[in-house]
């Protein structure tokens, strides 16, 4: 027993006090945060928009004109399948990679790059997180909405969105957990996130246990931490529902 | 009354062409003068509430024309967002916003459209919600409310905009016997105030009390419309007769 836990104890010295190299996990960590963010970001904008566009073509396919209006809207629609189709029929990974070495071959801000990636590939799922609660949301809120004088951006924006929202908020925070989760794949394009540095570590002292143990363990906290903080957020939420 | 025409209805049809073509309404004419109250009667499927939603165009009719207030509102270049705040509207169902209070319900238009301050919206909804006796359930969420009060905050919260017609689409079909009494004791109330209502409904002690005209719709048509007395006591047309003798 005792010389197990002195081993464990060398193992911990190794991997990661020697060279100081628990600064790689801290900075692995710091690069896998940001491109979390940031694509996060892009994708929850990325996706309401999408998802705004492909649920108003729906709703006012009924009794529209055949204007020109409509005719380049039913074009926008078409670009919003397409990209969906695309983004949700291939891995995550290859379109890393036909991002990093293909579109932007010539740049080298790897972090940046990743992160469009990611955000490119997340709202594509958040768009149609984000249409499942717009059509969830009772034609009848949307009739009350435009009855008072409201046009059909600001029925919208005050009634409609705030309500599919709410209904979308656990899906969405899956989604934003799966985001997390997935950009240990940038490793792929050279950035060095908390996977990388985790391999890097490995790589160095050939001991996988310590370095991939650590690197576990930090995902899960981010992860049930940001459980939490959705979950309160879910229950200010719910006061409505009683 | 006077004979000022506030909505003038001209040959309106509506078709619906989901799955196979619904001749809802089959060329509608009517007036509805300032300060009348209009109450269309009918059987289910007669057109009665697509007629009403023709009026402020939550359904866009196929043809004819509507004229509100001397505007042409079928007219696709009219701002029909405009003419709405004028027209409050009280749904079946309520559509009360189950994620805002009472008072942020009532207003949450007249603020967001500013047509007043938040202080003075709100000035205004305590007070309409003192007229329908819910003043202390300004705070609570519709979903603690009973479906009569649903009702009446429904009809308070079209107020908030000072409509000029208020439309009511079958206001009591979906509530409890017990509480059918307390939402149309506001809409008397209301027209004995002077409000012009057009109000669709099973009601009949409600149409015969209150309403100025009554109209019998059927097969998208109207096919008699006279006083209450008239209609009650006098149908002309024999499908309004079989209508009435089914009713009583």
């Known amino acids: 027993m005792q010389a197990w836990f002195e081993s464990l104890k060398a193992d911990f010295e190794l991997n990661f006090i020697q060279g100081n190299r628990w600064k790689f996990l801290l900075d692995g960590l710091g690069v896998t945060l940001i491109i979390t963010l940031l694509a996060g970001l892009l994708g929850v904008v990325l996706g309401v928009i999408i998802a705004m566009i492909r649920s108003t073509y729906d709703k006012t396919a009924e009794g529209a004109r055949k204007t020109l209006g409509r005719r380049l809207f039913g074009v926008l629609d078409k670009v919003c399948r397409v990209y969906l189709t695309v983004i949700r029929g291939t891995p995550v990974v290859v379109q890393l990679m036909i991002i990093y070495f293909v579109i932007f071959a010539s740049s080298n801000n790897g972090t940046l790059i990743a992160a469009l990636a990611f955000g490119l590939n997340s709202g594509a799922y958040v768009a149609e997180i984000v249409r499942g609660g717009i059509m969830s949301i009772d034609n009848g809120q949307f009739e009350a909405g435009r009855s008072l004088g409201f046009n059909y951006v600001q029925t919208m924006r005050f009634i409609v969105i705030p309500q599919a929202m709410k209904n979308v908020l656990p899906s969405l925070a899956n989604e934003f957990i799966a985001l997390l989760k997935e950009t240990s794949v940038a490793g792929y394009v050279a950035e060095k996130d908390l996977t990388k540095a985790g391999d890097i570590i490995r790589s160095r002292t050939y001991s996988p246990f310590m370095p991939l143990i650590a690197v576990a363990l930090i995902y899960l906290v981010l992860v049930m931490f940001f459980s939490w903080l959705v979950g309160k957020l879910e229950r200010r939420l719910r006061n409505s529902d009683h | ?248």
């Not at chain 2, 697509?50 to 270049?77: A, H, M, Q, W, Y």
């Not at chain 2, 003192?130 to 919260?157: C, F």
């Open chain 2, 1 to 248: 009354m006077t004979t000022d025409v506030l909505i003038q209805v001209r040959d309106l049809t509506k078709t619906f062409t989901s799955a196979s073509e619904i001749h809802a309404l089959n060329g509608v004419s009517t007036d509805v003068r300032r300060g009348e109250v209009v109450v269309v009667i009918g059987p289910s499927g007669s057109g009665k509430s697509t007629f009403l939603r023709c009026l402020n165009l939550l359904e866009i009719p196929t043809s004819g024309t509507i004229t509100f207030e001397g505007v042409d509102i079928t007219d696709p270049k009219v701002n029909i967002n405009v003419h709405r705040q004028k027209m409050g509207m009280v749904f079946q169902h309520f559509n009360l916003f189950p994620n805002m209070t009472v008072l942020r319900n009532m207003t949450v238009a007249p603020v967001e459209l500013h047509r007043k301050s938040k202080q003075e919206a709100e000035a205004m909804a305590m007070k309409l919600l003192e007229r329908v006796g819910l003043a202390d359930r300004a705070n609570a969420y519709p979903s603690q409310l009973s479906g009569g009060q649903k009702q009446r905050i429904a009809i308070v919260r079209a107020l908030c905009m000072e409509p000029d017609v208020m439309l009511f689409d079958e206001p009591t079909s979906a509530l409890d016997p017990e509480m059918v009494g307390e939402v149309l004791d506001v809409m008397k109330s209301l027209a004995k105030d002077g409000m012009t209502m057009v109000v669709v409904t099973h009601e009949m002690g409600f149409a015969r009390e209150v309403g100025d005209r009554v109209i019998f719709m059927d097969g998208g048509k109207i096919l008699e419309e006279g006083s209450p007395e008239q209609i009650f006591n006098h149908p002309q047309n024999a499908r309004l007769q079989e209508f009435l003798s089914k009713l009583l």
